[in-house]
């Protein structure tokens, strides 16, 4: 419990104390009129829980041999004394692996919690705190506050009040140990098939601070009440087996086994009879156990304490009843109910030891609370009020490997070495027969020489099928109790889970079961005690400004199970939205926050108050400054990089363009020459017919053939070459020779 100032806390033990006094004053004036009448009748009633619950103990027995890897003792006759009798311990792994699969989902390591105590959406508010609101609202604006506002503020202070009540909670269950007894009652459901927590109860507690009086350090120690909480071991206790729901019940007895110092302080509290308690520690000073249950011996047995005493052994037996009451069995037992209530049912808590002497009887400690006990079932059905753990499921598949184990290993046992058949009498009398080892000679008379002294028998090894088979039984067991061995942490490589992603597929559909754990869990513990213990600090609590009208809402399935599922979404979501697209859609803030929330590492994301004083400090504005001057440089830069980019372009356009001209150029200086020789071909057919030919000889191919150079007639005698052409009048000389001679454009008027 959070501790605070030393005056704090001496007003919280002197609170403390009241409330104690008020809660066992009421206890005292009854429990002084007990009669004797009410103890033989409520002890005839346990021994009938007693015996109508034997039946279920033999399962539980056996379940927990079961467990511990032991044999009943009736199969452990029919194995025989020279026959295998290992046990494989099939069952305790799948125990365990359920075991902190749940645990680790009920208690995460992180600060989530699987519960949450909210105001309910119209909350009622007493006329004393809603006056309070408005006088605060009334001095802090000058004038009378609309409803609207008056609504708003009785919200928030809801708000205040639940969220006091709920670390109020929390700090609670944290003293009480609510984990440990949570573990312990989650091994029980898984192996037995049923757990149960006790509580919230009253219990005194003292605790020791240290104050500082005249400059010394001094211990004090104060009492207070805090709230019970406490696991009870199927063992010890007794419901009514007519019944299949706690709620059904007509009582709950819960045998305890006491200390002598333990049964003495009962006699401090004001609710017990005192009286008797101190002359039954007289009467029996090495204490008084009755020896009529036969589970005390058989769990001593399996325990491996078959020497221990069981009787007088300084231990006192106390039954503790929960339960209803009839108006006239309360009258008979010297407690006050007016007689229009005398045809009701009480419910009412009753101690008695087992002489049948009552040593308390109060009627329902906690308002609106009656059963202290809360069950959580691993498979409940509707034939019994305790339900089916592992053990018991699986019972057929675990006989059925261990069947088949010892016969494996009882098969490579006879045939792992020679098995030889021996006839003495044809034997050396100086020979031992038992004696074998390698590169022994056998010593025989002559007695019958045909037949061999010694003859080898041979066995065939099963080992492969027995194997084989008792692989079957393992798959079934996976089936039949759809816990699976990858989720022991197996290495399975076969099939779906030889991937990394179908393995995650297989061990989401296995977390299905899980989740139908968790539901049992907090429709069985969760809720009713957390509602429970919010009545306890409703009733008890020192502190008004926690109390409120709220609800205690359980989410473990909806916010536990799925965790590592929205883990995976929401970081494939983050790289699918990490794109210029989608990023101007997304609030990255948002998004990193239930990514942190979703792995547990919400405290290293910054809050929007703590972004904002960075960003308003000196060293934050130094830091935009330089972020500036970087961008600013950065942007200098690429603007040069782009004026290089555009100077290159233009270049390497320039340079295209050159090239173009150039082809331009070679095109036209090729049709000019084409152009003369076409000329030239047209006044001298030899030139073209020697051209043809030269194209032939390249290996040209002419479409239209013409007469060969060889075939044309000479010129006739006695012509000559025609001479060129002078210039015509007009036509300007110019310096072209060869190609291009000839075919000059004439001058233009105006052109150069």
């Known amino acids: 419990m959070t501790m605070t ?50 039946d279920t103990e033999t399962r539980w027995l056996a379940d927990l041999r079961q467990y511990r890897g032991q044999y009943d003792p009736d199969v452990l006759s029919d194995i025989g004394a020279t026959r295998s009798k290992v046990f494989v311990r099939k069952t305790r792994v799948k125990v365990k692996t359920v075991n902190s699969r749940v645990a680790d989902l009920l208690f995460p390591t992180g600060s989530e919690k699987n519960w949450t105590v909210e105001n309910t959406p119209v909350p009622s508010v007493a006329p004393e705190q809603e006056a309070q609101v408005v006088a605060e609202l009334l001095q802090a604006s000058g004038q009378q506050p609309t409803p609207e506002q008056l609504k708003t503020a009785l ?92 709620e059904d019940c007509r009582y709950t007895y819960e045998r305890h086994l006491m200390t002598k110092a333990a049964f003495a302080a009962l006699a401090e509290r004001k609710s017990f009879n005192s009286c008797i308690i101190r002359q039954h520690i007289l009467s029996n000073p090495d204490g008084l156990r009755t020896n009529t249950f036969a589970v005390d011996t058989e769990l001593r047995t399996i325990g ?177 109790t759809a816990i699976p061995r990858y989720m022991s942490g197996e290495n399975a490589t076969q099939g779906a889970a ?31 005690f957390l509602q429970a213990l919010y009545r306890w600090n409703m009733q008890f609590h020192t502190d008004p400004s926690i109390k409120g009208d709220f609800d205690v809402k359980a989410r473990g399935t909806a916010s536990l199970v799925a965790k590592e599922v929205r883990a995976n979404q929401l970081n494939n979501f983050s790289e699918l939205t990490a794109n210029p697209l989608d990023a101007p859609y997304i609030k990255r803030d948002k ?53 290089k980019l555009v100077a290159d372009a233009q270049r390497i356009l320039a340079q295209a363009e050159q090239i173009k001209a150039q082809a331009v150029s070679t095109k036209v200086q090729a049709a000019y020459e084409a152009l003369q020789a076409g000329g030239v071909a047209t006044t001298s057919p030899q030139v073209a017919m020697a051209g043809d030919e030269i194209l032939r000889s390249a290996g040209w191919v002419d479409a239209t053939p013409q007469t060969a150079i060889a075939e044309i007639d000479p010129a006739p005698s006695g012509t000559a070459p025609v001479p060129p052409m002078a210039p015509r009048a007009g036509e300007r000389p110019t310096a072209l020779a060869g190609a291009r001679r000839g075919i000059e454009t004439p001058v233009v008027e105006g052109m150069p």
Request: charged fraction near 20%; charge should be negative; aromatic fraction near 8%.
């Open 591 to 643: 998004l990193l926050l239930q990514r942190a929330e979703a792995n547990e590492l919400s405290d290293v994301v910054k809050t929007e108050e703590e972004m904002k004083a960075e960003q308003s400090g000196p060293a934050a504005q130094q830091q935009q400054q330089a972020a500036q001057q970087l961008q600013q440089a950065q942007m200098a830069e690429m603007q040069a990089k782009v004026a």
């Open 304 to 480: 491996e304490r078959s020497q221990t005493q069981a009787v007088a052994d300084g231990q006192y037996e106390v039954l503790e009843r929960w339960g209803w009451l009839d108006g006239a069995q309360l009258t008979e037992a010297g407690l006050k109910v007016p007689e229009d209530r005398l045809h009701e049912s009480f419910f009412a808590n009753v101690w008695l030891l087992p002489n049948g002497e009552v040593i308390k009887a109060v009627l329902q400690p906690i308002n609106g609370v009656t059963w202290p006990y809360h069950l959580y079932y691993f498979d409940k059905d509707e034939t019994s009020i305790f339900a089916e753990g592992l053990a018991s499921i699986m019972r057929d598949d675990q006989t059925m490997i261990n069947a088949g184990i010892r016969m494996s290993l009882d098969n490579a046992a006879i045939t792992a070495g020679a098995m030889l058949e021996v006839t003495p009498g044809l034997l050396s009398s100086l020979e031992k027969v038992t004696e074998i080892h390698p590169w022994k000679v056998w010593l025989r008379n002559a007695t019958n020489p045909g037949s061999p002294a010694v003859r080898p028998i041979s066995l065939t090894s099963n080992l492969n099928e027995l194997l084989q088979l008792v692989d079957v039984f393992e798959q079934n067991a996976d089936e039949v």
């Open 155 to 246: 919200l928030e202070r809801a708000k205040l009040a639940a969220k006091g009540m709920s670390q109020a909670i929390e700090d609670q269950l944290v003293e009480a140990r609510y984990k440990k007894a949570s573990v312990q009652a989650i091994h029980s459901a898984h192996l037995y098939g049923t757990g149960i927590i006790k509580g919230p109860l009253v219990e005194k507690k003292v605790r020791t601070q240290f104050i500082l009086k005249h400059g010394k350090w001094a211990p004090q120690s104060q009492t207070y009440i805090t709230p019970f909480v406490d696991y009870v071991p199927l063992w010890r206790f007794y419901p009514d087996m007519s019944a299949t729901t706690i």
């Open 498 to 528: 030889g991937t990394a992603s179908g393995m995650s597929m297989l061990m989401g559909a296995a977390n299905i079961v899980i989740k139908d754990l968790i539901t049992n869990w907090d429709e069985g513990i969760t809720r009713p």
């Open 5 to 54: 100032t030393s005056t704090q806390h001496a007003h919280d033990a002197r609170a403390y104390d009241s409330a104690a006094k008020r809660q066992f004053a009421d206890d005292a004036e009854g429990a002084d009129l007990v009669a004797s009448v009410l103890g033989p009748l409520l002890l005839a009633e346990f021994s009938r829980a007693e015996i109508e619950r034997r």
